[in-house]
Structure formats: C-alpha cells, structure tokens
C-alpha cells in the first residue's frame, strides 16, 4: 500500500508541475527561414560587364536595405519576404541611380522570373525553395531586366530577352 501511495503522490505531483507549465506564458516562435528567401543576384550590363562597386538597395513598405555589389557584380541577400511587393534600386559607385526594377514574388509550381513590358519583374517560387539565383542586366535606356541565373555564369547578352 505505501508504494500505491507513493506512485500516485508521484502522479499527482506530475500532474501539477504540468498543469503549472502549461500556464506559463511564453513567447511565440520567431518567424523560421521557411517565412524568407535568400537570393544570389548577378548584376551585369548589356554587355555583359559586371555592374561592381555598385549597391543594390532592397526596399519593401516598412524597410530598406542596401548590399554593395561585389568584384563580379554579384550580391548575396537572405531574409526577403516569400511573396508580395519589393523595390529594386540600383546606385552607381557615385551614389546615382542607376535602374530601379519593382518585383513582385509568389508561389508557383515552378520557379520562374520575368520582365513584363512595363518593366516589372515577376519571380515564382516554390514553395520548397528556401535560395533564388537571379540575373539583373541594366540596359542602356536605365532600365533593369530579370531573369534566372541558373548556372550560375555569366552568360552572352544574346543569351538574355
């Protein structure tokens, strides 16, 4: 009998440090990386030539922020929302804006991107993908064009649309 007394002391005692846990505000899991998207961008002329010493300057309604461009005209980006609205703007080594470009991400069956004749870029992502590699040629009118970089070199400018 003294160990079905101790057994259900024990029980009870569980029971009440777990009723007492459960009641223990706690704060909510921060948002995980499945909630963003990293993005390897190339940014390169007409040409061909890579945009460095330039910055890329990522911008939704509530922040803003800007990578410099590297030797090879390559940024690195993590933390983009998965989907909605976000400003691409494009500064030279003096500060001037070079193109701007308004992308506009969702999910798809598919990764995609595109230009649209108005000028804005169009990049589908599944949702498994957690990394974007992406190609941004300015053209010589100012204006910025994407597509995907998918092996990752720089391709001839005939080679883009």
């Keep these: 009998m003294g160990f079905q007394k101790m057994g259900s002391g024990l029980l009870l005692l569980l029971l009440l440090l777990l009723s007492g ?3 223990i505000d ?3 899991p921060e ?7 990293s993005l390897t961008a190339l940014f390169q002329t007409e040409s061909g030539d890579a945009l460095y010493g330039s910055a890329a300057c990522f911008s939704t309604e509530t922040s803003s922020d800007c ?4 030797d090879h005209g390559i940024v690195r980006v993590s933390g983009l929302p998965r989907s909605g609205e976000l400003v691409l703007t494009l500064f030279d080594p003096q500060q001037k804006v070079q193109g701007t470009m308004t992308l506009f991400f969702g999910q798809g069956a598919v990764i995609d991107a595109t ?3 108005d000028g804005a870029g169009y990049i589908t992502i599944r949702e498994d993908t957690g990394e974007v590699a992406m190609m941004f040629v300015l053209t010589e009118n100012g204006a910025l ?3 995907l970089w998918l092996a990752k ?7 883009f649309p």
């Design 153 to 159: 070199t720089i391709p001839s400018p005939a080679d």
């Design 67 to 70: 990578f410099p461009v590297d």
């Design 21 to 23: 846990c459960a009641g």
């Design 115 to 117: 230009t649209s004749k």
């Design 145 to 147: 064009q994407c597509t």
């Design 26 to 28: 706690t704060a909510p």
């Design 31 to 37: 948002e995980t990386s499945e909630e963003e998207l």
